[in-house]
């Protein structure tokens, strides 16, 4: 099992910047791929951006593409996500997950085994 708990959501303007952070428990963190993903109200969950097990490989969804930025620190056990230049569009709960489904590409939910309970993310206008 994983356990994983995001942090670092909010309010902010438009055009501001929100550092996203997943804190990871239980099983090893670093064997995991790991990705973003988001749900806004109505809507169903998409992709947002996805790291391989070892960071080196990124993905991201067309619609944050240059504004977001995926990392993670395998010897903190966290995944960050980095968004700058934010749109009231970008309002969402965001959630973390874990997994290593290789039937599933990147920007797929079944990729991923774990989820974390997700963190709010408000951009005003």
């Known amino acids: 099992q994983v356990q994983l708990v995001e942090s670092g959501g909010g309010g902010v303007q438009a055009g501001g910047s929100l550092r996203l952070s997943c804190a990871a428990s239980?099983?090893?963190?670093?064997?995991?791929?790991m990705g973003w993903f988001r749900q806004a109200p109505g809507k169903e969950r998409e992709f947002v951006a996805a790291?391989?097990?070892?960071?080196?490989?990124?993905y991201y969804a067309d619609s944050v593409k240059g504004r977001f930025t995926i990392s993670r620190d395998n010897a903190k056990n966290t995944l960050y996500l980095q968004m700058n230049s934010l749109k009231p569009e970008d309002t969402a709960v965001y959630y973390c997950?874990?997994?290593?489904?290789?039937?599933?590409?990147?920007?797929?939910?079944?990729?991923?085994?774990?989820w974390g309970q997700g963190t709010q993310v408000t951009v005003s206008s």
């Open positions: 997950a874990a997994g290593r489904d290789y039937q599933y590409s990147y920007d797929s939910s079944g990729r991923y085994n774990y």
């Open positions: 239980g099983r090893t963190f670093s064997i995991y791929d």
């Open positions: 790291i391989n097990w070892i960071g080196g490989s990124t």
